[in-house]
C-alpha cells in the first residue's frame, strides 16, 4: 500500500503552526461544530475529502499509533500524547478543549525536537 510520501518532521511543523494559529478554535459560520484535531488539517491525507479518499494505513501519523489502534476507526486519535498515555481520544471525551489542544501542542513540540535530534546525529555520524 502506497505511504505518505511528505516528509513526517514538516507534517508535524505543519500542524503546531495550525494550532498555534488557532487552526482548530470555533468557526464563526458553524460555531457548534467541534474540529477535530489531525483530521480537521492539512495533516490529514483526507482533508477537504467529502469521504475518505485514502485509507489512514497510508498515513505517516500512524508511526505514532499503537498496533492494537491501527484498525480504529481515526488511528491518529489513539496516539500516547504524554506520559500518563493520554490520547485524543480520552481527551476530546472530556470536552476540555483548552487541555487537548495544549497536550497536543506539548507533543508535536517534543516529537519535533526528537526528530530533528535523532536527524542531526545521523547527520554527524555520516560525516565522520
Not at 502506497?2 to 500542524?15: F, H, N, S
Not at 479518499?53 to 504524554?82: K, M, N, T
Request: hydrophobic share 35%; net charge negative.
Amino acid at each position: 500500500m502506497a505511504k505518505d510520501g511528505r516528509d513526517i518532521l514538516e507534517i508535524l511543523k505543519e500542524e503546531l503552526v495550525f494550532i498555534e494559529k488557532g487552526g482548530y478554535g470555533r468557526s464563526v459560520r458553524t460555531p457548534w461544530v467541534p474540529k477535530s484535531i489531525f483530521q480537521d488539517s492539512l495533516s490529514c491525507l483526507n482533508y477537504g475529502y467529502p469521504y475518505r479518499a485514502h485509507p489512514c494505513a497510508e498515513c505517516r501519523l500512524l508511526d505514532f499509533v499503537g498496533l492494537q489502534d491501527h484498525s480504529q476507526a481515526v488511528p491518529c486519535h489513539f496516539i500516547p500524547l504524554d506520559d500518563e498515555g493520554n490520547t485524543l481520544e480520552e481527551l476530546e471525551l472530556e470536552g476540555n478543549e483548552s487541555r487537548t489542544v495544549g497536550t497536543v501542542k506539548k507533543w508535536l513540540q517534543r516529537k519535533i525536537s526528537q526528530i530533528e535530534a535523532e536527524r542531526s546525529n545521523k547527520f554527524w555520524q555520516n560525516v565522520d
